[in-house]
């Protein structure tokens, strides 16, 4: 906990295994998250609920505007943004290369960057499952923030590909392929 920022804008980069990761981010972390959450899942009823209750934004996949316009609305408001650079589940427990937005959002905001590995949630909730299995065990681990002073000036690109993708995929034990 001592990694996680008490105040001020903060992006939240995880990797992504399972539908249960936004809830261990959730109950791990000591601030409220807003997530950018794909429109499809607005479209149940229960689900839309649950993420409007719950201060989530919809976006639309492709929208840039709509992902940009959420995010500095989180972010301008001294928030937390929970975002999983991946963009997606992975389906094999092996990190993905990652989108350069999660950089973009943090340096055009003034935020921190605090990278998190979650570990065991596809053993949980996997692609390949309708239903969680709940005797298994996860791990979320906040690791060193990435200071915003100490990125303004370097490529989102290099930020996500060369800083913060390496150190979550090293955290795994993981080569990132990016």
């Not at 997530?35 to 934004?57: E, M, P, S």
């Not at 992902?67 to 999983?84: S, T």
Request: charged letters at 25%; one cysteine or more; proline letters at 5%.
């Amino acid at each position: 906990m001592e990694n996680f920022p008490r105040k001020g804008p903060v992006v939240i980069a995880a990797n992504h295994l399972s539908y249960l990761d936004f809830l261990l981010l959730g109950v791990s972390l000591p601030r409220s998250i807003h997530f950018l959450v794909k429109d499809v899942f607005f479209k149940n009823w229960l689900y839309a609920i649950v993420l409007k209750g719950t201060g989530q934004i919809k976006v639309t996949k492709g929208d840039k505007s709509s992902i940009y316009a959420g995010a500095d609305k989180v972010l301008l408001g001294g928030d937390v943004l929970g975002i999983f650079p991946e963009g997606t589940r992975s389906n094999t427990g092996f990190i993905q290369k990652a989108y350069k937005g999660v950089a973009k959002i943090a340096q055009k905001n003034g935020a921190d960057i605090v990278p998190i590995v979650i570990r065991g949630s596809n053993h949980v909730w996997g692609r390949d499952r309708k239903r969680p299995k709940f005797r298994r065990v996860c791990e979320v681990k906040i690791l060193h923030p990435i200071y915003y002073s100490d990125v303004a000036h370097i490529s989102s690109s290099k930020v996500v590909h060369d800083i913060l993708m390496p150190e979550i995929a090293r955290e795994l034990g993981q080569d990132y392929p990016g």
